[in-house]
């Protein structure tokens, strides 16, 4: 079983729809993070919790909201979802102690599509 | 101008060559950098990461640093079609809530056989 897990991996939906990105980790990590990647601009930060206390935006945040439910888990929602938020969503982990902080573990990926 | 910056490619090379990728970062005050790798269709995997000025070796990469350039690059030796991918640099810059991972937009490595 894969240490980062996205569900779903695949959703095609239409505008002004709720969608919600969940991802679990097994790695034992306080830190989490979702991504988003268009063609071409690589990754972007959209949210990270450094634990389940604590949550911060990052660089796109806008359209986008996110629970941490415990320290495994991390949801990411769009609450109206609109078609500029088709992309490739991928969650990911790391370790919060030194250098470890960059080693990011990713899950294979939520490949969604707003019509 | 953007936070780290690569060059998108396609770099095309024939096998058995030497790729040589290349990152540029505006922060001065970085100390860690990295490198992933992405497969077509796949999530990010780490592959080098490096924190002091000079090269560091693992295998067929070769990882360079230089911050006083605000450099960093990888070469890949005896590249082969295996390697083909995108390369995604990343650094580590200072931000209000700590240091954060930022990723260029990747370049495109094409092993031609």
């Known amino acids: 079983d894969a240490d980062v897990t996205q569900t779903p991996r695949n959703r095609i939906t239409k505008t002004g729809k709720r969608i919600m990105l969940e991802c679990s980790q097994t790695?034992?990590?306080?830190?989490m993070y979702w991504y988003r990647q268009d063609p071409g601009l690589g990754l972007q930060l959209i949210y990270y919790?450094?634990?389940?206390?604590?949550?911060n935006k990052g660089e796109i945040s806008d359209g986008y909201s996110v629970s941490r439910q415990a320290q495994a888990k991390f949801s990411l929602s769009l609450e109206s979802a609109i078609p500029n938020q088709t992309a490739l969503y991928f969650c990911?982990?790391?370790?919060?102690?030194?250098?470890?902080?960059?080693?990011?573990?990713f899950g294979e990926g939520s490949r969604l599509t707003v019509l | 101008q953007k936070e780290v910056e690569q060059n998108s490619g396609p770099l095309s090379v024939p096998e058995g060559a030497i790729a040589s990728l290349n990152c540029t970062y505006s922060?001065?005050?970085?100390?860690?950098f990295f490198w992933y790798r992405q497969y077509s269709g796949k999530s990010p995997e780490l592959i080098m990461s490096?924190?002091?000025?000079g090269d560091k070796e693992d295998g067929r990469f070769t990882a360079q640093l230089n911050k006083a350039s605000q450099y960093v690059s990888l070469l890949i030796r005896d590249s082969q079609p295996s390697d083909s991918a995108t390369y995604l640099c990343?650094?580590?810059?200072?931000?209000?809530?700590?240091?954060?991972?930022?990723f260029g937009g990747g370049t495109r490595l094409m092993v031609k056989p």
């Open positions: 922060d001065r005050g970085s100390q860690s």
């Open positions: 990343a650094v580590n810059i200072n931000r209000n809530a700590g240091n954060m991972l930022t």
């Open positions: 919790s450094f634990d389940v206390k604590d949550i």
């Open positions: 990911a982990t790391s370790d919060s102690t030194g250098r470890a902080t960059g080693e990011l573990f």
């Open positions: 490096i924190y002091s000025n």
């Open positions: 790695k034992g990590h306080d830190r």
